[in-house]
């Protein structure tokens, strides 16, 4: 048994090793976040697409936002009323300044179709109705993201100054209660391990993903990789858009902004287990054995380190110390970009513990018929396979 656990923790300590240094230094923040100040290189309108399904108390904020742009001229929003029933369209046009009025359009959303997720058909109303503008770009974004002043500048330079099809942020998101200081670092850390930015942006590697609170995207690129419909029955909507677009041979840039943020709060550990659960075993394309193989591999990631300590054999308590302290390392950069003190960065292995019965909770509710449940619809059925 000793000489089992010894094995296990060589291979712990080396694939965190291998984590730290050879992944695409995903858990480098610094080197995540734009540089150079955005430059103005618009030629055309900016068409921003907002679905909004009961969004009366955030809608205003984030139009609010988009409205005080530096480039705000350029700047046509498009909101999709996905048959909310709190008043988010009324919401929305009382936010708006009379000035500002003709930059807003009111899309009420049609019934939903066979086939496709709620998201994504409001998205594709919208987008239908902002084709009509011509616009340069679409600026693809939730109800609930207050943009900073220059956000849609610098993504606009972003992708003129190194030809990109797709640029997205990953907004900075709520991180206030226990709950959110606990697991929202984690949730990123996590999404970029999975999706390592500088892999994203090498057209030599076929990563490809997005953040689907921010996305800036060229029309012919969506259209180029099959439009909406190509991906109408996508759970996870963001990432599902980005391979379109690198399949199709476009390039696609992902990174982290400090001030851009998402405002809606997750004040308690249930409210996160849903937003995981919605599409945990979506992303693991509802294998068993690969659910399987996602929870052996994430216990002897995060919880094994703590395991060997317990052996009283100083040589195995020694892997367990080390592979600890490389786990340390890598996320103290996502605790310090969140505001945190350092000592968030040992709980890692208690946010892996509650994103583990998430993803299991995520394929018990498949099974049952309730997949995907968001905003009371249950979008990841078999029926959109």
């Not at 139009?63 to 709190?86: E, G, K, M, P, Y």
């Not at 359009?105 to 709620?118: A, F, K, V």
């Not at 609930?144 to 330079?157: K, R």
Request: aromatic share 10%; hydrophobic share 50%.
């Amino acid at each position: 048994m000793q000489q089992l656990f010894f094995v296990c923790g060589i291979l712990c300590l080396l694939a965190w090793l291998y984590l730290l240094l050879f992944h695409g230094r995903f858990w480098q923040v610094s080197r995540l976040q734009t540089g150079r100040p955005p430059e103005s290189q618009l030629s055309g309108p900016i068409a921003v697409v907002i679905p909004a399904r009961n969004e009366a108390s955030h809608i205003g904020r984030a139009l609010r936002s988009l409205l005080a742009q530096s480039c705000a001229h350029a700047i046509h929003i498009f909101v999709v009323d996905d048959n909310s029933t709190d008043g988010t369209a009324d919401a929305a046009r009382a936010a708006v300044s009379d000035g500002d009025q003709q930059r807003l359009h009111i899309i009420s959303g049609r019934p939903l179709p066979p086939g496709w997720t709620g998201k994504l058909w409001a998205m594709q109303q919208g987008i239908d109705a902002a084709m009509e503008l011509d616009p340069q770009f679409l600026l693809l974004t939730d109800a609930d993201v207050e943009h900073a002043p220059d956000n849609v500048a610098t993504l606009v330079s972003i992708a003129e100054r190194e030809s990109y099809d797709l640029v997205s942020f990953m907004v900075k998101l709520h991180c206030r209660s226990l709950a959110e200081k606990l697991l929202i670092p984690a949730f990123v850390f996590f999404f970029f391990m999975l999706y390592p930015p500088l892999w994203i942006r090498s057209p030599r590697r076929k990563t490809a993903g997005a953040a689907g609170g921010c996305i800036l995207i060229r029309p012919q690129a969506l259209a180029l990789g099959g439009g909406i419909d190509a991906i109408r029955h996508a759970v996870i909507d963001d990432c599902a858009l980005a391979r379109t677009v690198k399949r199709s041979g476009g390039r696609v840039w992902l990174g982290l902004v400090p001030n851009t943020h998402s405002f809606r709060p997750y004040e308690s550990f249930g409210e996160i287990e849903r937003m995981i659960a919605r599409t945990a075993f979506n992303q693991l394309g509802h294998s068993i054995a690969l659910l399987i193989g996602a929870l052996v591999g994430m216990a002897l990631l995060y919880l094994l380190p703590f395991a060997l300590w317990l052996t009283r054999d100083w040589s195995l308590i020694a892997l367990g110390l080390l592979a600890y302290a490389t786990m340390t390392i890598a996320y103290l950069p996502m605790v310090r970009f969140y505001g945190l003190v350092a000592g968030w960065a040992l709980t890692l292995p208690l946010g892996a513990i509650f994103y583990m019965g998430a993803t299991l909770d995520s394929a018990f509710k498949f099974w049952s018929g309730r997949g995907g449940e968001w905003k009371g619809r249950a979008q990841d059925r078999s029926s959109f396979e």
